[in-house]
């Protein structure tokens, strides 16, 4: 009886182990089955895209598309070519020094020659982002220079999965076919370094006159910088901060590297640089590199290189040219006043659209003093865009109106006094704050249109705390289109006395507010997008918000163009004076005259901005704003009112 139950359990383990080795041997078959099956789906798929891969004499022979042209409101005026005219130069790798090489390796791929074309990691994050994007703009990519070169060369815009897959295929035939040093030159003949000019040979000579074998450490960093954004870091533009921001950031990097020495990051950083003067064909520069910011942010680099788009914008180049002759003209005159620079912004209140913004003066002269950094110590910096520069500058009393508004928002009105005496305002600052009027004179009870329109600091100053409140004024001017006031506990009452810094830019929008009767209407620059074959992008329009009672907007405008309440401060006839029309303006003028303001607005027509100062924020000669800019102001108001049709 036992020795038969111990055969039957014999016999159940062998059946068991039979059974358990016949479940692993179906395994082994299915398992090789799928993997024979995914064997060949992949070597399909690795055959079929392999075989579009150039011959490595075709790599220098691909055909770019068309540019991206931006053309004024007519489509008649191209302002500017973006990508137009490539700039070729092959260079190969043993022309190419030592040091550049490293400053591309080092920021576009530290490991290029111990992988095998692609950063797993890399491709894996791609695959799982864009597999959760629904917006095929925001889709991502790998980033080694194998993949970067077939992805830029060899493959179409489309953002898709398929397409990555088709890039890892290429890529790793791409590997197969050509030897690292092959790779990297290509690469670095092909790669974008500006809005027209391909590959490090030509970049060198663009930039800085000179062939890539001549460059220094410091010039090289600046082209391995270029590399992620050309356009948006381009030294003729206004991010050339950036630009030397991102060079500085590559020498560190090459030092953690191990590839430079402490000392030459140190000198390379300190390396003055002389950049090329470019003879780009441009019209109204400052405004079409404004565009061309906004076309990368909203199309991106790529994008733009490769689609051939027609760009309309709002500039009236009619406006635009007397602007610029105006700016340059007197801007020049104003030199013997120690102002060394003006810009100018034009819009129209009702739309919004920017008819004519010039930056500097003259956006082809030479910066100076000579040997100055721009951003940092140049009286003049020509390429700088004043109108848009993120800093902004302090606008004097021309804050004063947002003020005024919102106390008249309140419920206050024009005919409300105030006493214009001595004052101490208390502590600000770690100081008491006992400002004076500008001429140093008490006029004791004044009304509120008296104040603004005499443009009074020490009853401005009581507008504020008593009857508009500080953070609500502050709030104001944000709702009208204030971008930099990002931070209202850093202010105290001197911001009514413009001690906050603003961009010319949004304070001319925002005074379109009192044009309009209290709608907000945002600065437009793009009216239309047209790829190369004719369909619409992008067609833009603004919507106006009402942020500000309408009665409250004319009381102000009645105030700036009350002629008789200015007169005791700026005589009967000044150039804020129009007697046919109605204009509207307010000037300013910053502590130790170092900028001077004059901003104003017809109703519904036109507002207009003017800036005059020093781009490194030294004082002018004691001249306040009326008499630097207003000049400039006057002249343009004139002529595009009398070209403008209500």
Request: a neutral charge.
């Amino acid at each position: 009886m036992v020795r038969g139950m111990a055969k039957t359990r014999h016999v159940k383990r062998v059946l068991s182990r039979n059974s358990a080795l016949t479940r692993t041997r179906k395994l082994l078959h299915v398992g090789f089955f799928l993997f024979l099956v995914l064997f060949i789906a992949a070597s399909s798929l690795f055959l079929y895209y392999a075989k579009d891969l150039p011959r490595p004499e075709r790599l220098n022979e691909i055909a770019f598309a068309q540019p991206t042209r931006i053309y004024d409101r007519t489509g008649e005026v191209l302002l500017y070519e973006l990508f137009g005219e490539e700039k070729r130069e092959f260079t190969p790798l043993s022309q190419i020094p030592q040091h550049l090489k490293e400053a591309v390796l080092t920021t576009e791929d530290r490991y290029f020659y111990s992988h095998f074309g692609l950063d797993w990691r890399g491709v894996g994050r791609s695959l799982l982002k864009n597999l959760r994007l629904r917006d095929p703009a925001q889709f991502v990519g790998g980033s080694t220079i194998s993949q970067q070169l077939v992805r830029s060369i060899l493959l179409s815009r489309e953002k898709t999965v398929p397409r990555k897959i088709k890039e890892v295929i290429l890529t790793l035939e791409l590997e197969r076919r050509y030897s690292k040093d092959e790779i990297l030159e290509f690469y670095l003949n092909q790669i974008p370094l500006g809005s027209t000019v391909y590959g490090v040979g030509a970049a060198s000579r663009f930039y800085f006159g000179k062939s890539a074998a001549e460059l220094s450490l410091a010039e090289s960093a600046v082209i391995a910088a270029l590399i992620q954004a050309p356009s948006r870091y381009s030294p003729y533009g206004s991010h050339k901060e950036d630009l030397l921001a991102r060079k500085n950031y590559v020498l560190g990097s090459m030092e953690l590297l191990d590839y430079i020495t402490k000392e030459q990051a140190r000198d390379a950083k300190n390396q003055e640089l002389a950049f090329r003067d470019p003879g780009l064909s441009i019209q109204a520069p400052h405004f079409a590199l404004y565009v061309v910011d906004q076309l990368l942010e909203t199309y991106g680099e790529e994008f733009l290189r490769e689609s051939g788009l027609k760009v309309y914008t709002t500039l009236d180049w009619k406006l635009q040219e007397k602007a610029e002759e105006i700016v340059r003209a007197v801007g020049e005159r104003n030199i013997a006043y120690d102002a060394n620079n003006a810009a100018l912004v034009a819009l129209d209140p009702a739309t919004g659209e920017i008819l004519a913004m010039v930056g500097s003066k003259n956006w082809f002269g030479e910066s100076y003093p000579k040997g100055c950094a721009s951003g940092q110590n140049c009286l003049f910096d020509p390429k700088l865009n004043v109108a848009t520069y993120r800093i902004g500058r302090q606008p004097g009393s021309a804050f004063k109106p947002f003020a005024y508004v919102t106390a008249f928002s309140k419920g206050h009105n024009d005919m409300a006094t105030v006493v214009d005496e001595e004052t101490n305002f208390g502590i600000w600052g770690d100081k008491e704050y006992i400002p004076a009027n500008y001429d140093n004179k008490f006029r004791g009870t004044v009304t509120l249109r008296q104040s603004l329109a005499q443009s009074l600091n020490i009853p401005s100053i009581k507008v504020l705390l008593n009857l508009a409140g500080l953070q609500e004024s502050i709030a104001t001017a944000h709702d009208m289109g204030i971008t930099t006031l990002q931070d209202p506990s850093k202010y105290g009452p001197s911001i009514v006395l413009g001690g906050g810094e603003v961009k010319l830019l949004d304070i001319t929008s925002a005074y379109g507010v009192f044009a309009t009767g209290g709608k907000r209407i945002p600065p437009l620059s793009i009216m239309r997008v047209v790829d190369e074959n004719g369909a619409t992008l992008q067609e833009n329009s603004n919507t106006s918000i009402a942020v500000l009672p309408k009665e409250a907007t004319d009381i102000i405008t009645s105030i700036l163009s009350d002629n008789e309440a200015r007169t005791p401060i700026f005589g009967a006839n000044s150039l804020l004076y129009f007697p046919d029309k109605q204009v509207a303006v307010k000037t300013g003028t910053t502590q130790d005259f170092r900028d001077g303001w004059v901003v104003g607005y017809s109703p519904n027509i036109l507002v207009t901005g003017v800036w005059v100062g020093n781009n490194d924020n030294s004082p002018m000669n004691k001249e306040p704003g009326i008499v630097v800019a207003g000049p400039i102001w006057r002249a343009f108001m004139d002529y595009a009112l009398s070209t403008i049709t209500p």
